[in-house]
């Protein structure tokens, strides 16, 4: 089992930036990918950006120069900074890690862009 705790997110003007942490816990071990999805209303789920184990990145188009992803291994931690957000990026972000055993998901955190 692993379990994933997020912090950050909120509402913020277009333009700014914010964000969003992951921390793990649990059968670490067994996690060979972590990452980001994201709801928005009507929407199906999309993922947003990932990286592997071995520090191999996959943004959405939609993200790529805006969003990256980093880890600290130490803390069992990934964070997605957010810049130059936009109000097509208003959903719930969930984390997710991607192990020898399926995936397991943080409980999601809204994060609105809004003038």
């Known amino acids: 089992q692993v379990q994933l705790v997020e912090s950050g997110g909120g509402l913020v003007q277009p333009g700014e930036s914010l964000r969003l942490s992951c921390a793990a816990s649990g059968i670490i071990f067994s996690i060979n990918a972590m990452g980001w999805y994201r709801q928005a209303p009507g929407n199906q789920r999309e993922l947003v950006v990932g990286?592997?184990?071995?520090?191999?990145?996959n943004y959405v188009d939609s993200v790529k120069g805006r969003f990256t992803i980093s880890r600290d291994d130490a803390k069992n931690t990934v964070y997605l900074d957010m810049n130059s957000l936009e109000p097509e990026d208003t959903a719930v972000y969930y984390c997710?890690?991607?192990?020898?055993?399926?995936?397991?998901w943080g409980q999601g955190t809204q994060v609105t862009v809004s003038s």
């Open positions: 990286i592997t184990r071995r520090g191999r990145t």
């Open positions: 997710y890690a991607e192990t020898t055993t399926g995936y397991f």
